[in-house]
């Protein structure tokens, strides 16, 4: 199974400022995802990640809000742009699996608090 | 948007004891997975459920998946306290939208000794 490893874990932002969260797989992979979760609730998907391509963005958000970066087959970044309260949850990167884009490797994730 | 219903949303149970954790939709999924998700961490792939009546047991762990593809359930045999943790399903739409998952709200479920 693939390693997929984030950074930061956690992170304490002011309002209006920016967070780049890093995702980097042990593997290469075509297929990266980015989520949002409240402690002890669902998943929800931000957008999709494809190496070569823009992100696919889910409805309710937006690129100026969540721009990503997918450089190469091992690595992507999320940015949180202009955050606010609203923003803090725990954000999630995961990658496809070897048995396909269905069965997906999660990383850790980065819980961010916006004060 | 296919809708993924899990209950209960919370079970607390004692070690030894049985517990079912149900999925449910209205829609029909090309496939339905499990994950495990402990505090601090991500979620871990538990199965991959593809065909209507499908059952899958993974030592004390039985997944089935219901025989028109909308529903799934997770059974575990004599839990431990090891089991506890947050229970999410994931549906694969049909027509497939590739790659992205309908999550479930999750099933918390406790196991004490």
């Known amino acids: 199974s693939a390693v997929i490893s984030q950074k930061p874990s956690r992170d304490i932002c002011q309002r209006g400022t920016s967070l780049t969260i890093q995702c980097q797989v042990d593997?290469?992979?075509?297929?990266m995802f980015w989520y949002r979760q409240q402690p002890g609730q669902s998943l929800t998907l931000i957008a999709t990640?494809?190496?070569?391509?823009?992100?696919?963005?889910e409805s309710g958000f937006v690129i100026d809000k969540f721009p990503i970066s997918r450089p190469n087959l091992t690595f992507s970044t999320l940015t949180v742009s202009n955050m606010s309260p609203e923003d803090s949850s725990i954000y999630l990167c995961?990658?496809?699996?070897?048995?396909?884009?269905?069965?997906?490797?999660f990383g850790p994730g980065t819980r961010l608090t916006v004060t | 948007t296919q809708l993924l219903e899990q209950s209960p949303q919370f079970l607390s149970i004692q070690e030894g004891e049985n517990l079912t954790v149900y999925c449910n939709s209205s829609?029909?999924?090309?496939?339905l997975q499990w994950y495990r998700q402990e505090p601090g961490e991500g979620p871990v792939l538990l199965v991959t459920?593809?065909?209507?009546?499908e059952v899958k047991k993974l030592k004390r762990l039985t997944f089935q998946f219901g025989d028109a593809r909308k529903d799934s359930s997770l059974h575990i045999t004599a839990a431990q306290p090891g089991d506890t943790g947050l229970y999410l399903c994931?549906?694969?739409?049909?027509?497939?939208?590739?790659?992205?998952?309908?999550f479930g709200a999750g099933t918390q479920v406790v196991v004490t000794p």
């Open positions: 829609s029909v999924f090309s496939s």
């Open positions: 593997s290469q992979v075509t297929m």
């Open positions: 995961s990658a496809e699996g070897p048995g396909g884009p269905y069965e997906q490797y």
């Open positions: 994931a549906g694969a739409g049909v027509p497939d939208s590739w790659g992205k998952l309908q």
């Open positions: 459920v593809v065909t209507g009546g």
């Open positions: 990640a494809n190496q070569g391509s823009e992100a696919t963005y």
